[in-house]
Nanobody, 127 residues
Framework: VQLVESGGGLVQPGGSLRLSCAVS????????IGWFRQAPGKQREGVSC???????VYKDAVKGRFTVSRDASVNTVFLDMNSLQSNDTAVYFC??????????????????????WGQGTLVTVSS
């Protein structure tokens, strides 16, 4: 299993970015996949999750600004980020639980470092 993030970069406040998480080893329709972020000096936190079992979850900090989606034809999950703010600056990771068929409700708040993780992509929001 491999998850590879891309799409990070430097953006001005109010700008937009699209992150991608290319998945191999399982199909994106068959498992929950989450987006997480870790800002300098802070703990890793969940951002959004998508699964076939229970749909989509967003954390309050990004509701209305971020949109998660997936494309099974390219086995990739996307995170569209709009109205970016300086406090969105972080390394963004995608992750999935081991096994298949997980729901966001049962996994997203109980993630562990033993789950499948990508290497992360840096998003910097600054003028």
């Amino acid at each position: 299993v491999q998850l590879v993030e891309s799409g990070g970069g430097l953006v001005q406040p109010g700008g937009s970015l699209r992150l991608s998480c290319a998945v191999s080893g399982f199909t994106v329709d068959h498992n929950a996949i989450g987006w997480f972020r870790q800002a300098p000096g802070k703990q890793r936190e969940g951002v959004s999750c998508i699964s076939s079992r229970d749909g989509i979850v967003y954390k309050d900090a990004v509701k209305g600004r971020f949109t998660v989606s997936r494309d099974a034809s390219v086995n990739t999950v996307f995170l569209d980020m709009n109205s970016l703010q300086s406090n969105d600056t972080a390394v963004y990771f995608c992750a999935a639980p081991r096994g298949t068929g997980a729901s966001c409700t049962r996994w997203f708040d109980w993630w562990t470092v033993s789950d499948y993780w990508g290497q992360g992509t840096l998003v910097t929001v600054s003028s």
